[in-house]
């Protein structure tokens, strides 16, 4: 009994230890003020962070948002209310360069009783190119919440009852990304609900509506269009796009800028792929009675921490059919952390074999640069590119970008650039993952390695036609033949699967004679000429047909093209009978002796005792299934197109090994 406690004691200790314990402890941020009537000084009381090793010292930054349509990146802002009442101060703090989870805050209701101080400032009025933005306060990882800002500005020189669409989860990827947890808005927007989209007379109003010219120095990219088709706009963003959520709201001055917060949590299913681009789009109507709205869809970079140097690319998942003409855009974006201006930084990329350098084109960056002369020193801010073997390198010349630990820089936007440009694949490329980093030089500093960006391809579908002959060694005068059809990955590089199935059509026939054979005749044999027989000689013959109708399938092989023009593969095949007939012809014939030989032989056939018999046998459908292994090699155009093959049996029937001579073409 004793030795039994005693197991029992080591069972459950090493059970115990081999657990891993979750860690439940949450980090927090607690929002801490001090309020004077109707100003209000805030700060968050936030836990230790956890240094990334090897990366730039770690900071938190700050997502303020004060409860009447205002917010605040400082980290703790002063802010003086207008009106009297409750309001409700949430607050998002972001860990950059940190291991830990982004710490969870509860939001804190100050109630504003008196008004004495009246130096308060109107939400900052955007700019008239502009009248329109969103952003988020940072990047999306899976399972974290996140706010995206809609800010707005009625443009036109009356007061206007407008409308506002978020659409969000785009239909390219096969999950939703986004779950939307809750929305505030503080002017009065209204939810709406809209099963169609019916709008009223267009509105040209060209001096109303320009080109946006803003500098987008966050982290997060939008791309801004201003159009007049509202139909259109809403027809297609409906088309990419699974969700939308819309707002209606009334009685907005001219000039008059107002803010909607939405707060996000990032779902499990998220593409977990530190280079995935996901996007959210908003749509501004300045006014519901007209067509003219403002287009902007914001890009932002799935992340697995945040850290501000970062390169990703959308070609995350490709159709090699049709990604031949395809602009690849790739964008890296970095922070200056240092406690001093950074006047230069080179961005050193890999640029992988399968795109083509030369198609480089700069889309976008900040600073705002124009490319630099080649070869001539300039004394103006200018970015360079200098294509190398395996690398494109970006050089930001005669800049100023602030430090995030430079004194007296509290808008850490401001210590924030990108570049963003495009390319093109090369004349012959492969259809291959492939992972490409940017080295971020500061100055003269040590390099900051970026994540992987990964680009690879949707596998695709090729369907191939093939047909051919069977030739059996073993089986006597057999014929075989095939046709039948492949699905495999499109023009895969080097390894990729292949299912198979097929009408095959066997047949084999042989004949048989015996030696003479003497038998007695009882009662005795009387020809038509009188002669009586006791005696003679039997011989028999025998031929023997077989037809089978089989359905054969490989249910997957394998297969590897060793270079464009020769490929071989192995796998299992399994035959379905679908007519499997065998038919046996017999025939009895009897001679008379010659008695004139010595020995005797037999001597014409005594026709009145032939016995000609019979016999057919057919199989039911799907009754039998018979099992082989093959190996083959094709020759001709592996990956797309046509070519012929060789390909090996082993049955696990007796006498059915045979060899496969067959022509394919993939398309």
Known sequence: MRKLLLLLFLVTTFSYSQTKVKDTVTRKATIVYDQKNNQVLLQSETPPLIQIAGAPKAN??????????????????????????????NLSVTNNYDNGKPPKTRPKTVAITEITDTNFTEIASLADTTAY???????????????????????????????????????????????????????????????????????????????SA??????????SENEENLDLTLLESKSLFRKVIIFEFDKMNPNETRNAFFTFKTTPEMIKDTSATVRMRGVYVPDRNYKNHKKKTLEMEIVT?????????????????LVRLKTLNFKTRFQNDGE??????????????????????????????????????????????????????????????????QKNVTEKDSTKGFVKYTMKFAKDFHKQTTRSRTAIIFDKNEPVITNYATTRFLP?????????????????????????????????????????????????????????????????????????????????????????????????????????YIGVGVGPQFSVSLNNTTEI????????????????RPGEEI?????????????????????????????????????VGIRYYANFEKDFNYWQFYAIWKF
């Open 607 to 643: 026709e009145s005792l032939r016995n000609d018999s019979t016999q057919k046998t057919t199989t039911k459908a799907f009754e039998k299934m018979q099992t082989s292994l093959f190996a083959d090699v094709t020759f001709g155009f592996a990956r797309i197109g046509p070519s």
């Open 305 to 321: 921490s945040h850290d501000p140097n970062k390169m990703s690319s959308n070609g995350m998942f490709m159709n090699y059919r």
């Open 60 to 89: 938190f930054t700050y997502f303020w948002e004060m409860g009447d349509g205002r917010y605040s990146k400082e980290p703790t802002p002063k802010h003086t209310y207008k009106k009297k009442g409750e309001y409700k101060i």
């Open 133 to 211: 933005k969103i952003f988020a306060n940072r990047e999306p990882i899976p399972e974290e919440e996140m706010i995206i800002v809609m800010s707005y500005k009625n443009p036109l020189d009356h007061v206007a009852n407008g409308k506002l669409y978020l659409f969000y989860n785009d239909k390219e990827f096969k999950n939703d990304n986004f779950e939307l947890v809750e929305f505030r808005t503080h002017f009065g927007e209204k939810e709406v609900f809209e099963d169609g989209f019916a709008c009223s007379d267009e509105l040209n109003d060209e001096k109303t509506f320009i080109a």
């Open 340 to 405: 001093g201006p950074a006047r230069t930084i080179r961005l050193e990329t890999d640029i992988p074999d399968m795109f083509d350098k030369k198609t480089l084109k700069i889309v976008d960056s900040y600073p705002k640069c124009p490319i630099c002369p080649k070869d001539e020193e300039v004394n103006y801010s200018c970015l360079d590119t200098i294509i190398k073997q395996k690398q494109i390198h970006f050089t930001f010349k005669n800049i100023y970008i602030p430090g995030s630990n």
């Open 460 to 564: 695709g579908i090729s369907i191939g036609a093939k047909t051919g002959y069977n030739l059996f060694s073993d089986q006597e005068n057999a014929k075989s033949y095939f046709i039948g059809v492949t699905v495999s990955p499109y023009k895969s590089y080097r390894f990729y699967w292949q299912a198979e199935l097929y009408y095959n059509y066997f047949e084999s026939s042989f004949s048989s004679q015996s030696g003479f054979q003497q038998v007695q005749f009882n009662p005795p044999v009387i020809t038509s000429i009188g002669t009586v027989y006791d005696t003679g000689f039997e011989q028999t013959t025998s031929s023997t047909k077989t037809t089978r109708k089989l359905a054969d399938v490989v249910p997957i092989s394998l297969r590897y093209n060793i270079n464009n």
């Open 214 to 223: 803003t500098n987008d120095f966050i982290s997060n990219h939008t791309i």
């Open 585 to 600: 012809n017999q025939t009895k014939r009897y001679y008379a002796p010659d008695f004139n030989q010595n020995p005797p």
